[in-house]
């Protein structure tokens, strides 16, 4: 199981929005390369030719992937940023848990 999933919200650790605090909504996760896509986060600029759907051609703005460790969660139980632990149930699935202390509820 993946400690960051699709739809987590993650607050952005380094990088250029470190001083920002920002946070955002994970659209995408590539688990093979260890990376998200946050939405808002990291956008870059593509220029492209022209195509039946954009006959002028232009500048698309996109997200682009960073690395995931440059994210933390953010426990939708406490509302704070928070490592992830993973805990086996009784029946042998696994689940998230908050690592904070004073939360450890399973995410
Ligand atoms: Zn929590």
Not at 46 to 59: A, E, M, N, S, V
Request: with cysteine; proline share 6%; glycine share 8%.
């Amino acid at each position: 199981m993946k400690k960051i999933q699709k739809n987590d919200t993650v607050l952005i650790i380094s990088g250029k929005h470190r001083l920002e605090k920002k946070r955002g909504r994970v659209l995408k996760v590539f688990p093979k390369k260890n990376q998200v896509i946050v939405e808002g986060v990291n956008i870059i600029k593509r220029h492209t030719r022209p195509t039946q759907d954009l006959p002028q051609g232009g500048i698309i703005e996109k997200e682009a992937p960073i690395h995931i460790s440059n994210v933390k969660l953010i426990c939708p139980k406490c509302n704070r940023p928070t490592r992830v632990g993973l805990r086996v149930l009784d029946d042998g699935s696994k689940v998230r848990v908050c690592k904070l202390a004073d939360c450890g509820e399973m995410i």
